[in-house]
């Protein structure tokens, strides 16, 4: 099997080097001045074992690529906000043999919350879901650091629409190769939402800063219970911290220190967006539609877009300020 990348930002690349480590074929799909890097000078993936080099076929999309192979699995890496144009694109790149990738090839949603399986099944015949627990930072072209050990990560995987398959367990072995953790489970998406309820904090790290406090932990416990509500309202089942943890226990440990997680990061590279409306926002949308109010959510997914728009910089709010604006939406709801 060949794996083509599609994102190959910090979860992206950390999966294409690791592969490809382990000797596998893995091309990543990248843009602008990383993929400028990536193909001059090779990516530079530090892990927990040291920094190496690996020189990967980089392309920008289909048409560098050329046709596409019957044996290629499409491992979709790029933020949510992205995954639509992705998709299209993909999608309809032609496989050696007849039909495009979205009728023949399987593609794996490796994303942060639950949109983007529903946005590929509208698209694609044969979709995965990917819970990815692996925290790795990307702020410079070409470079990337996954820092976890004695695992590089733990990526829980399965149908999206529920069961395992031969599949599933032919890409859990090469991720097992290339220094992952990879159960095959029946209920991949209930991983996922499990997951979404700690990415909640995304949008506080992202205005404030990914310092710890007591503060930062008591407003994304306030945006977690809202999670639990909207979750129990809709009848959505979930995996608890407990058992995340437990699952994680012994096999991937970050390194000690600070680390500025995704949506950070997004803001620390200007890209001008940011996850929050498939994070926040999904707790926002099940509350609208239960009948659950959501106002932490609510001003969580409004701050972190209105730092990506404008441009801010990441942590340029204190956490009083964004606590006060939370306090004011909920006294409206």
Same mark, same amino acid.
């Given at each position: 099997?060949?794996?083509?990348?599609?994102?190959?930002?910090?979860?992206?690349?950390?999966?294409?080097?690791?592969?490809?480590?382990?000797?596998?074929?893995?091309?990543?799909?990248?843009?602008?001045?990383?993929?400028?890097? =990536?193909?001059?000078?090779?990516?530079?993936?530090?892990?927990?074992?040291?920094?190496?080099?690996?020189?990967?076929?980089?392309?920008?999309?289909?048409?560098?690529?050329?046709?596409?192979?019957?044996?290629?699995? =499409?491992?979709?890496?790029?933020?949510?906000?992205?995954?639509?144009?992705?998709?299209?694109?993909?999608?309809?790149?032609?496989?050696?043999?007849?039909?495009?990738?979205?009728?023949?090839?399987?593609?794996?949603?490796?994303?942060?919350?639950?949109?983007?399986?529903?946005?590929?099944?509208?698209? +694609?015949?044969?979709?995965?879901?990917?819970?990815?627990?692996?925290?790795?930072?990307?702020?410079?072209?070409?470079?990337?650091?996954?820092?976890?050990?004695?695992?590089?990560?733990? =990526?829980?995987?399965?149908?999206?629409?529920?069961?395992?398959?031969?599949?599933?367990?032919?890409?859990?072995?090469?991720?097992?190769?290339?220094? +992952?953790?990879?159960?095959?489970?029946?209920?991949?998406?209930?991983?996922?939402?499990?997951?979404?309820?700690? #990415?909640?904090?995304?949008?506080?790290?992202?205005?404030?800063?990914?310092?710890?406090?007591?503060?930062?932990?008591?407003?994304?416990?306030?945006?977690?219970?809202?999670?639990?509500?909207? +979750?129990?309202?809709?009848?959505?089942?979930?995996?608890?911290?407990?058992?995340?943890?437990?699952?994680?226990?012994?096999?991937?440990?970050?390194?000690?220190?600070?680390?500025?997680?995704?949506?950070?990061?997004? =803001?620390?590279?200007?890209?001008?967006?940011?996850?929050?409306?498939?994070? #926040?926002?999904?707790?926002?949308?099940?509350?609208?539609?239960?009948?659950?109010?959501?106002?932490?959510?609510?001003?969580?997914?409004?701050?972190?877009?209105? +730092?990506?728009?404008?441009?801010?910089?990441?942590?340029?709010?204190?956490?009083?300020?964004?606590?006060?604006?939370?306090?004011?939406?909920?006294?409206?709801?």
């Amino acid at each position: 099997m060949r794996y083509v990348i599609i994102g190959a930002g910090a979860i992206g690349a950390t999966i294409g080097g690791r592969l490809a480590e382990a000797g596998r074929e893995a091309v990543l799909v990248a843009r602008g001045a990383h993929a400028e890097a =990536l193909r001059a000078d090779g990516l530079r993936l530090t892990t927990a074992d040291g920094e190496r080099v690996h020189r990967l076929s980089v392309v920008t999309g289909p048409a560098d690529l050329g046709e596409l192979r019957p044996d290629d699995v =499409l491992l979709l890496t790029v933020k949510t906000q992205d995954a639509i144009a992705a998709l299209d694109a993909w999608g309809d790149a032609e496989i050696a043999g007849g039909g495009t990738a979205a009728q023949r090839l399987p593609v794996l949603c490796a994303q942060n919350g639950v949109e983007s399986e529903r946005l590929a099944l509208r698209r +694609f015949a044969r979709v995965y879901g990917m819970c990815v627990w692996l925290p790795a930072t990307f702020l410079e072209p070409g470079v990337v650091s996954a820092l976890c050990a004695p695992l590089t990560g733990m =990526l829980h995987l399965g149908p999206a629409a529920g069961g395992t398959g031969r599949l599933a367990h032919r890409i859990a072995a090469d991720l097992s190769e290339a220094g +992952f953790d990879a159960p095959v489970v029946e209920d991949v998406m209930r991983w996922k939402y499990g997951k979404l309820l700690a #990415n909640l904090a995304n949008a506080i790290q992202a205005a404030t800063g990914p310092e710890p406090g007591q503060e930062k932990t008591a407003l994304q416990q306030r945006a977690v219970r809202e999670g639990e509500a909207v +979750f129990e309202a809709a009848g959505i089942a979930y995996v608890s911290e407990a058992e995340q943890a437990a699952a994680r226990d012994g096999k991937v440990q970050p390194p000690p220190g600070v680390r500025g997680g995704s949506s950070w990061q997004s =803001l620390a590279r200007g890209t001008g967006s940011v996850e929050a409306d498939y994070l #926040n926002g999904e707790i926002s949308l099940l509350g609208r539609l239960h009948g659950v109010p959501t106002p932490v959510n609510d001003t969580l997914r409004h701050a972190a877009n209105i +730092f990506a728009r404008e441009g801010l910089p990441p942590g340029t709010t204190s956490i009083g300020d964004l606590t006060a604006l939370a306090d004011e939406a909920a006294a409206r709801a």
